[in-house]
């Protein structure tokens, strides 16, 4: 398996060539720590991004196989930040495709399309369900629950008991491996602010003037999947004068109290150990990791803030298919306690460029897991078995034209928004602002739940922060939380 460019694997320029007062060091290759590389270059302050894995893009990664395109997960390019989406068509340009967006929910034996449509809901739940759904919804707008502090909660006083029961609570549960009551009211607010039933129905009887993200229909897309993307930042931040090494694993993070002086890192292509000076860090590797890697060592109590935190992992199974795509959907959510799978992927409508030629499809089934449970630790043999026997129990994909199928497992995917998360972080991000010359950015390496968006941003501003300027990378949250000012960390 390869990413869908050939990315050189050069060391580039020698790390002591570089100017000790601005040699910035980046940790991590995703999308946040590329944005950094990149635009440390288009700034002209010296940087060198280390990767741990031989492949950019962190989770926004694509893999080639035998012709076919895979994403690790499902990455839509849609954002409300004009300075991200300049960014975005500056890296891609006319490989940036537009998308039109069909998801739907499998449900008891049927699909349902979201955004919600009446008529379909309707048809498929039924008058009885129908009217249960609605007056569970009066009920809750009369009589919400307080505190808001948990997922059932929020999406309960938003949509009503008897609808999250039905499409919010399975899947959800899927997703976190723990019940909706011990997850954060955070989690829902952040991915579907905005959203309510009545928002639902109006956006499909009107076509609203403010658009509610969970509810476009359609998005932009590279022409090759994200990896493309972050393969050429890759590329065009090296061409500015940053240094990106592959396969450099940062074990320890060294500090003097007040300011981060270094790195250890890993090349595991050479087996060999060195250390890298920097002026300024910055770090888009998970929170606890940093943490749990200074040295010398954080403060007993801070530590067990950071072995408290929980990254749920994502396991896909990816399929080839002999035969054109049928189902129209870019991905299915799968409500459905009976099967392990949470969501199918149908990379073909995403871009036709994801599959050989139009005669062939594929199909990319997730499962989210904890690292040290049956579904993570099963061999690629009986995991790929377990989602041919599942994808033709959801009748999605005849097993019969399925060709090939290999696994991608991708640790620490997801943080988790459990009930006690957020006074860990404030632990961990008490302790870290100590340090003078590190900036945090990303989903891993602030311990949220960002879209990619939210995570660029981020960059941007650690970047902008080290220029003299003081955004908190913190309040990238949700939509309506973001600066006001975004056009000047473009």
Known sequence: MNSVIGYSKSEGR?????????NILIIGGGPSGLTAAYQCGKKNMNAVCLEADSILGGIS???????FRFDVGGHRFFSKI???????????????LTRARLSRIYYNGCFFHYPLQPKNALSGLGPVKSVMIVLSYLKAKIFPQRPEDSFDKWVSNRFGKYLYTIFFKTYTEKVWGIPCDQIGAEWAAQ????????????????????????????FQYPRFGPGQMYETMGKKAEALGSVIHLNHRVEKIHHDGNSVTGVTVYDSVRGKRKHLSGSDVISSMPLTELVLNLDPPAPEDVQTSARSLRFRGLLTVNLLI???????????????SAVYAGRVQFFANWSPYMVPDKNKSSAGLEFFCWEDDRLWNMSDEDIIALAKDEIAK?????????????VIRMPKSYPVYDGEYKKHVAVLKNYLEKFINLQLCGRYGLFKYNNMDHSILTAMYAVENLRGTNYDVWSVNADDEYHEETDRAS
């Open 394 to 406: 959801l009748e999605l994909v005849d097993r019969n034209k399925v060709t090939d199928a290999f």
């Open 14 to 22: 020698a790390t002591d060539q570089l100017d000790p007062k601005h």
């Open 61 to 67: 990664r694509t893999v080639e196989y035998k012709g």
């Open 191 to 218: 991915r579907i602010k905005g959203l309510s039933l009545w928002s639902a129905i109006v956006n499909s009887l009107f076509k609203p003037k403010k658009v509610i993200k969970s509810l476009i229909n359609e």
């Open 82 to 96: 004009p300075a991200v989406n300049d960014f975005w068509y500056e890296i891609l340009g006319d490989d940036f």
């Open 322 to 336: 002999d035969h054109p795509q049928e189902l129209p959907d870019t991905w299915i959510y799968i409500h459905d």
